[in-house]
C-alpha cells in the first residue's frame, strides 16, 4: 500500500499559493459535500478541494502531486453508485463545477467540444435546440457532468437503440498523473492509429489521467416518439418478453424493467397521477422512435400484438407529452425512492437480454437463501438489471457480514449467464472485491500493468476497481 504525504498547514499553504484565491476549499464544513456521492452512506474526507478554471491549472496540480506524492481524484457532480469519486486515501478532490462550457458545436461534422463539468441534461438540450441528438442520458442526467458520464461509462435507457457512450465520444483531452496535456485520439468516426486510447480512457473511473475536455459525436434528433406501458403478472414473463420483442423485428429506442414494488414505492414517496392494479407484478415501459407519427402508430399496433402474446394483460399508450413525461420521471425516480424508503445496496447487473429472466428469478431465490429483499429495475433492452437489496428488518449480521456471500453469488449467476459485474456503474470502491469472479488473475494483472504505466505513483484515484 502506498503512503502518502499528509497536506499538513505548510505544505497546503504553499500548494494554494500556487493558484488565484478561491481555487481551494480547505474548511472541514466546506468540505463535507465532497465526502460522499450517492453510494450507500460511505463517507471519506478529503483534505482539500481545487476547483480549477481551465485545463493548465489542472496540469500545475497534477505535477504538484506527484511530485509530493499526494492523492488526488477528480470528481464529477457526486451522483455515482459505486463509491468511485471517494477520496478513500485522503488527498485533494478535483471538483470540475467552474469548467462547463461548451467549447464548439461543430454543426457540420456533427460533434460538439464540451468541458467535463457541464451537466448532461444542459448539453442534450443545447444541442437539440441545432435539431442534434445525444442519447447517453443516465437517469441522473439533471446533474450529473458530462466528465463523469465518460470516466464511468455511464449509460441510461437509449444505449438499446443508439449505442453505449463508447460510440460518442471521439476524443478527449486528458491530463496525465505527471501534469503531461495530451488528446487521445482524432475528430473521427474511424480510428485505426495505434492502441485506441480515447476507448481506454473511457470507464477508468479517474485511475489513469482526468478529462479536462472531450469531443462527443452527435446524430440527427428524432422527429417524434410513441410510449407504451405494458403491464404483466409475473415479473419473469416481463423479462422473457424483452427478447421476443428485439426477436420479431423492434428496436425500441428504450426499453425498461420496473418491479411493481419500485413503482409502489415511487407512488409512496413522489406526486403521480398513476394508478396500479391488484394483479400487476412488473412493467415494461417502451418508447418507439422515428421520422412520423402515422409509421410509429403501425409499428406500435404490430408490437403490442407480439407483447400481449407474450403475456401481457393490458397496454397503455401515454396519450400527451406531459403523460410521457410522468412515466418516464416514475422510472428515473426510482432510485432516490428506494433509497427514501430504507437503507439499501445497488448493484448494477448486466447479462444478454435473453438471460435477464434467469437472472430475476436466480436474485430472488438468493435472497431467500441469504434473507434479503431486493426490488429490481432497469434497462432491460441492454439486458442492464439494477439490483437493490433492502436492509428493512435484517439483522447486523446478516447485513454486514453475510450478505457479501450472497452479492456474490448474484454476481457469479450474472456471469455464468454471459454477463458481467457492472452495466454502467463502473467498479469504484464497493465492487472492486467480487472482480475475480469476472477476471482471471492475469486479466487483472494487465490491468494493474496499464495502471503503472499511466500512474507509477499511484497517486490518481487509488483503491477503485481493484487493490
Known amino acids: 500500500m502506498n503512503s502518502y504525504t499528509p497536506l499538513d498547514p505548510i505544505l497546503l499553504a504553499q500548494l494554494t499559493g500556487l493558484f488565484s484565491k478561491g481555487s481551494f476549499k480547505t474548511v472541514p464544513e466546506e468540505l463535507q459535500k465532497y465526502a460522499h456521492d450517492e453510494t450507500e452512506d460511505l463517507v471519506f474526507l478529503p483534505e482539500a478541494v481545487f476547483i480549477p478554471d481551465n485545463t493548465d491549472d489542472v496540469s500545475r496540480l497534477l505535477s504538484w502531486c506527484t511530485l509530493h506524492n499526494v492523492p488526488v481524484v477528480a470528481r464529477g457532480a457526486g451522483t455515482g453508485l459505486s463509491g468511485g469519486a471517494l477520496p478513500v486515501y485522503k488527498g485533494i478532490i478535483i471538483s470540475f463545477e467552474r469548467m462547463n462550457q461548451l467549447i464548439e458545436l461543430d454543426e457540420r461534422n456533427q460533434q460538439a467540444t464540451v468541458q467535463p463539468g457541464m451537466i448532461t441534461e444542459v448539453f442534450m438540450k443545447l444541442v437539440e435546440e441545432k435539431s442534434l441528438y445525444y442519447p447517453v442520458d443516465p437517469a441522473s ?17 437509449r444505449v438499446v437503440k443508439y449505442g453505449s457512450i463508447r460510440e460518442y465520444v471521439l476524443n478527449l483531452e486528458v491530463v496525465l498523473a505527471d501534469g503531461s496535456v495530451i488528446w487521445t485520439g482524432a475528430n473521427t468516426i474511424k480510428y485505426a492509429s495505434g492502441y485506441n486510447l480515447t476507448q481506454l480512457m473511457i470507464g477508468s473511473e479517474g485511475t489513469l489521467g482526468v478529462i479536462t475536455a472531450m469531443v462527443l459525436k452527435l ?73 412520423t407519427l402515422e409509421t410509429l402508430q403501425i409499428e406500435s399496433e404490430r408490437l403490442a400484438e407480439v407483447i400481449y402474446a407474450a403475456g401481457s394483460h393490458d397496454i397503455m399508450l401515454a396519450d400527451t407529452a406531459a403523460q410521457k413525461e410522468s412515466w418516464w420521471q416514475l422510472r428515473r425516480s426510482m432510485a432516490t425512492s428506494v433509497k427514501a424508503h430504507s437503507v439499501y445496496k445497488e448493484e448494477d447487473t448486466v447479462v444478454p437480454r435473453a438471460e435477464l429472466a434467469k437472472l430475476l428469478e436466480g436474485i430472488k431465490s438468493i435472497g431467500r437463501t441469504f434473507n434479503f429483499k431486493s426490488v429490481c429495475y432497469g434497462h432491460a433492452g441492454d439486458g442492464n438489471m439494477h439490483v437493490n437489496i433492502i436492509r428493512g428488518d435484517m439483522s447486523d449480521f446478516d447485513w454486514n457480514i453475510r450478505l457479501k456471500e450472497g452479492i456474490k453469488e448474484i454476481f457469479a449467476l450474472t456471469v455464468s449467464l454471459g454477463g458481467t459485474l457492472s452495466g454502467e456503474h463502473g467498479i469504484g470502491w464497493v465492487q472492486k472485491e467480487y472482480m475475480q469472479i469476472k477476471f482471471a488473475q492475469v486479466n487483472i494483472d494487465l490491468m494493474k500493468g496499464i495502471k503503472a504505466v499511466f500512474d507509477p505513483q499511484n497517486i490518481l484515484n487509488p483503491g477503485k476497481i481493484f487493490n
Open 141 to 157: 442526467k439533471g446533474s450529473c457532468y458530462l466528465g463523469g458520464n465518460v470516466a464511468t461509462c455511464s449509460g441510461g435507457p
Open 219 to 291: 446524430i440527427p434528433r428524432p422527429k417524434t416518439n410513441i410510449l407504451l406501458l405494458a403491464a404483466f403478472t409475473d415479473a419473469a414473463v416481463a423479462c422473457q418478453t424483452v427478447s421476443a420483442i428485439f426477436r420479431n423485428g423492434f428496436t425500441p429506442s428504450a426499453l425498461e424493467f420496473m418491479e411493481r414494488e419500485a413503482v409502489d414505492w415511487v407512488l409512496e414517496h413522489e406526486l403521480f397521477v398513476f394508478k396500479t392494479d391488484e394483479i400487476t407484478g412488473a412493467y415494461l415501459l417502451i418508447e418507439l422512435d422515428g421520422s
